[in-house]
């Protein structure tokens, strides 16, 4: 059972192009992160958002936690190339329980 | 500190056989975590210790496999009598028991089972 979604699948875009993706659920959340991963390596957080409402800011990133805590989404304005890779969004349903990952966007910035 | 380091980064074996990883985690984490990882997916959750204590486990999790995580620092994931389906990329993760609760993961084991 996927408890989280994540839209779009795959995303190719150019350069300087802005862009947003969306990680959803049924489920409420008291936190989600989101996560970037690169090839034949781990994922790195990039944000923990806990607040409903909550919008967070990481330099060209820009990260949404919904009023109800069941959905998020990232908006990268002008990306670039180095921001190719796959964005996950992960869940904890309660403090101390284990992270619920989405199947990821993969996003591809082409020069 | 050099993160979290699992151990081998690949392993090619052939159907039947059984094969062990391990993850060393961050000094001062006390949670661990064991994630599966299969292409063009997100990571499954397998099972997570607190210190020595294996709190959760999947369903994921078959008999076959077994975690262990015997002092409290670094934990090993045994596969017994692999299949094909056990190909995939094997991720630890480690965390400080504290309100933020932010994952490091490591680099994987990617298992191939011929």
């Known amino acids: 059972t996927q408890l989280l979604e994540q839209s779009p699948q795959f995303l190719s875009i150019q350069e300087g192009e802005n862009l947003t993706v969306y990680c959803n659920s049924s489920s409420v959340f008291s936190s989600l992160q989101w996560y970037r991963q690169e090839p034949g390596e781990g994922p790195v957080l990039l944000v923990t958002v806990v607040t409903g409402g909550e919008v967070k800011k990481l330099k060209r990133l820009t990260f949404q936690f919904g009023d109800a805590r069941k959905d998020s989404s990232l908006h990268i304005t002008a990306a670039q190339p180095g921001d190719t890779g796959l964005y996950l969004c992960?869940?904890?349903?309660?403090?101390?329980?284990?992270?619920?990952f989405g199947p990821g966007t993969r996003l591809s910035v082409l020069p | 500190d050099t993160g979290v380091s699992q151990d081998p980064r690949h392993k090619i074996t052939k159907r039947g056989q059984n094969v062990t990883f391990r993850c060393d985690p961050i000094s001062e984490h006390n949670r661990l975590y064991w994630y599966r990882q299969t292409l063009g997916q997100g990571p499954e959750f397998l099972t997570y210790f607190q210190n020595e204590a294996q709190l959760e486990k999947s369903r994921l999790l078959s008999d076959r496999f077994s975690a262990e995580r015997p002092k409290g620092s670094f934990s090993t994931l045994e596969i017994q009598r692999t299949e094909q389906g056990d190909s995939a990329m094997y991720l630890c993760a480690s965390s400080l028991d504290s309100g933020a609760n932010v994952l490091t993961f490591g680099a994987g084991s990617r298992l191939t089972v011929l």
């Open positions: 992960a869940g904890v349903h309660n403090y101390g329980q284990n992270f619920v």
